[in-house]
């Protein structure tokens, strides 16, 4: 199910955002970058707390760097995820999750 969520930003104390509208989160040093399908947010917190925040039945850590929508998920490789025409790596430390929280038809 998703859920509304709301966003912290500069000028606004808060955008309410859909869930399923974002298409990825990236750091952005001590900040992360959120893209929806309509705009981009830069928020004044980390990834870490972020992922604590978000929904984790529909959200994933793939990397240090990226937490993906697992709905945005259209193929994956060895060590990349494609995300429609955007290619994210996949960390080894993060890899036994994202498939764990996949439903993989063998």
Same mark, same amino acid.
């Given at each position: 199910? &998703?859920?509304?969520?709301?966003?912290q930003?500069?000028?606004?104390? +808060?955008?309410?955002? #859909?869930?399923?509208?974002? +298409?990825?989160?990236?750091?952005?040093? #001590? &900040?992360?970058?959120?893209?929806?399908?309509?705009?981009?947010?830069?928020?004044?917190a980390? %990834?870490?707390? *972020?992922?604590?925040?978000? $929904?984790?039945?529909?959200?994933? /850590?793939?990397h240090?760097? &990226?937490?993906v $929508?697992?709905?945005?998920?259209? !193929? *994956? !490789?060895? !060590?990349?995820?494609? %995300? #429609? #025409?955007?290619?994210? $790596?996949?960390?080894k430390?993060?890899k036994?999750?994202?498939?764990? /929280? %996949?439903? *993989?038809? /063998?």
């Open positions: 199910m &998703y859920e509304d969520i709301f966003i930003v500069r000028y606004k104390l +808060l955008t309410r955002v #859909n869930s399923k509208d974002i +298409l990825l989160i990236e750091a952005d040093g #001590n &900040y992360s970058k959120v893209t929806t399908t309509s705009n981009s947010y830069l928020v004044n980390t %990834l870490t707390q *972020i992922e604590a925040d978000l $929904p984790q039945d529909l959200f994933c /850590r793939v240090r760097a &990226y937490i $929508p697992l709905n945005r998920i259209s !193929d *994956i !490789d060895a !060590d990349t995820i494609y %995300l #429609n #025409n955007k290619q994210i $790596p996949i960390a430390k993060y036994e999750n994202l498939f764990s /929280r %996949l439903k *993989i038809l /063998r």
